[in-house]
């Protein structure tokens, strides 16, 4: 309904507007009747007052020609009035003519309208019959819409396990890859641990046989120093029995002997002498061929207790 | 980060005491040493300031000094490396490489007035360091009993001991006088046989001296009267007295170390028995009482023993009494098993000792019984010595021997090791006494 008000907005106003005129003309008619001047049968109220004639003819004649003026005025607007009078007798009849005119439109509208809401009823029914088609089909398409999302559903689920599958694969993959690689890695390890233990041992072994070799060579010293001290020891006649001496040699490399500190006195001056003597006198002693060995003859206690 | 830092200290703590052992752990027991003497470089004194030579070189006195005591063996003169006159010029690496562990420099210097001077360093050749160093003012006629002193000082710091280089012997020579009468004296000389001054001379044979403790009067027999008398004479002035005058023996004199007694064999009993004589009282005390002959009497140093010789045993040994004052405590008891014949005992100056004259088949050396040990140690190898005696450090005895059949002094060290003769004297000398120490 409103889209055929809509669609025929223009006439249907129009005829409005025209029903509005001239319904408003009606009334307008009556109140446009002229209405009788009064004003002009009024006499002009003059005041006596003692003035200067000059003046009082001054405006005697002010007021003769405002009189004067006044009745140009009123004539002027009398024929005007006269003109209108006539104006409005044409534009009556041309008025009635319109109207005339109007009613024949009118008829012509409501016949024009009779034939358009008949063409309207018949469009409302194609348009209906195309709706139930659309909705038919939107129906339709819904199905299809739905079909096809069910199926996407589907595919998707289809590739999203897919995926998960290859997922899985894949982290299965590089789980069993990080396995090798971790066994490998602790094979190596493994095998390093077991390198380093074998080697340790063989260090172990080694540092062994060379601290066994060096004990040796270190006793073997002492041994040959011994005897070469005891060799070089004068012991001193007409001295107390039972006097022992023990002093601390520092030697260096060579077997120079550099420095000879008394750490236990005899008590008997020529004794500490004889001892002290006796030491520098074996310098150099013989010391391991190994430096290293030697190095760990850098300082040797000697006691001397003579036995009887 | 805390806890690693405790940890590493408690490592580092018990590294560090680990170590410490470790390094205690080299040590080295000497129980044996060589016997022997020192070796000692004296070089000779620089006298090249000096207008005249000194009668005697220093150094060569020195030299014999050391070396007859046994306790050195000076470098002989020819084979010093260096001639070094004082401590400035010593290069000790060369002294060290002989081996030499004492070096002695010096130098002379004129002070005017046959006055010299001498100044000497003794070196410790080994470490390097200056052991004594001296200066002496001295005149020309003192030249070897300063070459003694000097001896004295060397001996002393090396050793331990006094030197005994200053002391003087005593001993009798019997001279054979041109008419063929013999002619006795009594002499005192250096301990090296030389200035020999004759004390007393007699027409009669002297015997048996023996010094005072203190070194100033010297006691003998003498037969000057015909028969044995003990005469105690002093030293310097000459003046002397009879002691005794027994009939029979009146021997064997010697001093107690106090000075107070002397004991003395007498035979006014009939048979020779050891007595005591009290010097001041002129108390007599007899020690021994047996039918055998007991003589030759010597004190212990500390005068509580006495050990003479006795046949008792059917042969002379030596035999030994302890004695309270003058008095004996107790009985004799024998001391000597080794050997056929053993006489003539002397204390050494340390008590643990005795010197004797040992008779083994037909020969009489010297010999010396360690008293704790009573190992005894035959320190001479010839066929008639006798008279020992002990120098008064110990290091030397001094004895009579017989050489080209005359009389000689003869000093051996105690260890055996070094012999000299003194052949300076003339005529046959027996009976050496060694001086005790000065008392100046």
Not at chain 2, 274 to 296: C, K, W
Request: aromatic share 6%.
């Amino acid at each position: 309904m409103f889209r055929v008000i809509r669609n025929n907005l223009v006439p249907i106003l129009i005829a409005l507007a025209v029903h509005a005129v001239l319904f408003l003309m009606l009334f307008i008619g009556f109140d446009w009747t002229p209405k009788p001047a009064t004003l002009q049968n009024q006499p002009n109220v003059v005041k006596a007052t003692a003035v200067d004639a000059g003046k009082v003819k001054a405006e005697l004649d002010r007021l003769k020609q405002a009189e004067r003026q006044k009745q140009q005025q009123e004539a002027a607007r009398i024929d005007k009035l006269k003109q209108q009078e006539r104006e409005m007798q044409q534009r009556r009849a041309a008025e009635e003519k319109n109207l005339a005119e109007l009613k024949k439109k009118r008829a012509a509208e409501e016949r024009r309208q009779q034939q358009e809401q008949q063409r309207l009823q018949k469009i409302k029914e194609e348009k209906a019959a195309l709706e139930q088609k659309r909705l038919a089909e939107q129906k339709l398409l819904a199905e299809l819409e739905r079909k096809r999302k069910v199926e996407q559903a589907e595919a998707k689920k289809i590739a999203e396990a897919k995926k998960a599958a290859e997922a899985k694969k894949a982290a299965e993959a590089k789980k069993a890859e990080e396995e090798a690689r971790r066994k490998a890695a602790e094979a190596k390890r493994r095998e390093d641990e077991r390198r380093q233990a074998l080697m340790a041992q063989l260090d172990a072994e080694e540092t062994e046989r060379a601290e066994a070799a060096a004990q040796g060579e270190i006793d073997k010293s002492l041994a040959l120093i011994r005897q070469k001290v005891t060799r070089h020891w004068l012991k001193p006649a007409g001295v107390p029995k039972g006097l022992a001496c023990t002093v601390r040699v520092h030697i260096i490399p060579g077997g120079d002997v550099v420095g000879v500190t008394i750490i236990k006195s005899s008590g008997n001056a020529v004794f500490d002498r004889s001892v002290e003597s006796a030491v520098r006198k074996a310098a150099p002693l013989p010391l391991p061929a190994d430096p290293a060995v030697a190095a760990r003859m850098r300082e040797i206690d000697f006691e001397f207790i003579p036995e009887a | 980060m805390k806890l690693r830092h405790l940890l590493s200290i408690v490592c580092g703590g018990l590294w560090l005491i680990m170590s410490l052992p470790l390094q205690a752990a080299l040590t080295i027991q000497i129980t044996e040493g060589v016997v022997g003497a020192m070796p000692i470089a004296i070089v000779p004194f620089d006298n090249s300031t000096l207008k005249s030579p000194l009668p005697y070189n220093l150094s060569d006195i020195i030299t014999t000094d050391l070396g007859r005591s046994g306790r050195f063996a000076p470098m002989p003169e020819q084979d010093l490396i260096a001639r070094p006159h004082d401590g400035s010029a010593v290069r000790f690496a060369d002294w060290r490489l002989l081996n030499m562990e004492s070096l002695v420099v010096g130098r002379l210097r004129e002070l005017g007035g046959a006055r010299y001077e001498v100044q000497f360093q003794l070196f410790d050749v080994f470490k390097g360091e200056q052991l004594a160093g001296y200066s002496i003012a001295f005149a020309a006629d003192d030249v070897r009993r300063t070459a003694h002193r000097i001896s004295d000082l060397i001996y002393e710091k090396l050793t331990g001991q006094r030197g005994a280089f200053s002391t003087r012997i005593a001993y009798i020579t019997a001279i054979k006088a041109a008419d063929k009468s013999r002619e006795y004296r009594l002499s005192i000389a250096d301990a090296d046989g030389f200035n020999e001054q004759v004390i007393l001379d007699s027409k009669q044979p002297l015997m048996s001296p023996s010094w005072s403790p203190d070194g100033e009067k010297l006691v003998y027999v003498t037969f000057e009267s015909g028969r044995p008398e003990i005469f105690v004479q002093e030293v310097f002035s000459g003046e002397r007295r009879r002691i005794t005058d027994f009939p029979g023996l009146n021997n064997a004199p010697v001093w107690s170390p106090d000075g107070r007694y002397l004991a003395m064999t007498l035979s006014k009993t009939g048979n020779p028995e050891v007595h005591t004589y009290n010097l001041q009282t002129g108390a007599l005390s007899q020690v021994t009482r047996h039918p055998g002959i007991d003589t030759e009497p010597n004190w212990s140093p500390d005068g509580r023993k006495l050990v003479f010789t006795s046949d008792r045993g059917g042969r002379p040994q030596l035999y030994m009494v302890n004695m309270s004052g003058a008095n004996k405590s107790g009985q004799p008891q024998r001391l000597t098993f080794e050997g056929e014949y053993n006489s003539r005992g002397t204390f050494s100056p340390d008590g643990q000792r005795l010197a004797m004259v040992h008779g083994q088949q037909g020969a009489f050396r010297i010999a010396v019984l360690e008293l704790a040990s009573r190992n005894l140690q035959v320190l001479t190898d010839s066929r008639l010595d006798e008279s020992p005696s002990f120098a008064p450090n110990g290091s030397m005895i001094i004895y009579a021997t017989e050489s080209q059949n005359r009389g000689v002094l003869a000093a051996v060290s105690v260890d055996g090791r070094v012999h000299q003769r003194l052949e300076l004297q003339q005529g046959d000398v027996r009976e050496p006494a060694w001086s005790p120490f000065s008392t100046q």
